[in-house]
């Protein structure tokens, strides 16, 4: 059983950045953060490799959005620039055994979530 925590979420004008932050109670291989918005499907944002090697990026997220881990620590970082509007959504971290596992959307462990929320 792999425990994940989030945090640094919150609320931040249209623009604006946030970085979330997430910790692993142990050593995890693919990482990634999804997000779920009301009434709207969950949606794989960014994920990453063990050796940081492979990193995912939704379109929607491209140019904006960047994801780091530190494995010393078995955590792993989302930093969100010019955050828009339809970014507001709960965001979770999330770990799957395979990069391809967590790409088909099938996580092996997630957090609780963390709201982001970004105003017009």
């Known amino acids: 059983q792999v425990h994940l925590v989030e945090s640094g979420g919150g609320l931040v004008q249209a623009g604006g950045s946030l970085r979330l932050s997430c910790a692993a109670s142990s050593a995890v291989y693919a990482m990634g953060w999804f997000r779920q918005a009301p009434g709207k499907e969950r949606e794989l944002v960014v994920a990453?490799?063990?050796?940081?090697?492979?990193?995912y990026y939704a379109d929607s997220v491209k140019g904006r959005f960047t994801i780091s881990r530190n494995n010393i620590n078995n955590a792993v970082y989302l930093q969100m620039n010019t955050l828009k509007p339809e970014d507001t959504a709960v965001y979770y971290c999330a770990t799957s055994n395979q990069m391809a596992s967590m790409l088909n959307g099938e996580y092996t462990y997630w957090g609780r979530g963390t709201q982001v929320t970004v105003s017009s």
């Open positions: 990453i490799s063990y050796e940081g090697d492979y990193t």
